[in-house]
């Protein structure tokens, strides 16, 4: 994995800053389970906004993870 920039670590911190504020919001108004079983509940509630809006959950998914992973590689 190549070495990302000072700006690339706080920007992709930035991210996981944002959704652990997801995970905490639905932590404390929706399952008041652990960190795990909230983001479960995040991606099926996700999917339910993908069905009723008639967007391609799978599709989006895999878009999101090669973003993910040019994002851990520096190329984004």
């Known amino acids: 994995m190549p070495r990302l920039t000072k700006l690339q ?3 992709n ?3 996981a800053n944002r959704a652990a504020e997801i ?3 639905y932590k404390s108004r929706i399952t008041g389970e652990d960190a ?3 983001l479960r509940d995040v991606l099926a509630d996700l999917m ?3 069905r009723a809006n008639r967007i391609n959950f799978e599709d989006e998914w895999v878009a ?3 973003y ?3 994002e851990l590689n ?3």
Do not use: P, S, V
Request: glycine share 16%.
């Open 68 to 70: 993910f992973d040019d």
């Open 36 to 38: 795990g079983t909230c």
């Open 23 to 25: 995970i905490g919001g």
């Open 48 to 50: 339910h906004f993908a």
């Open 9 to 11: 670590r706080e920007q």
């Open 74 to 76: 520096g190329l984004m």
């Open 13 to 15: 911190q930035e991210r």
């Open 64 to 66: 999101a993870r090669n």
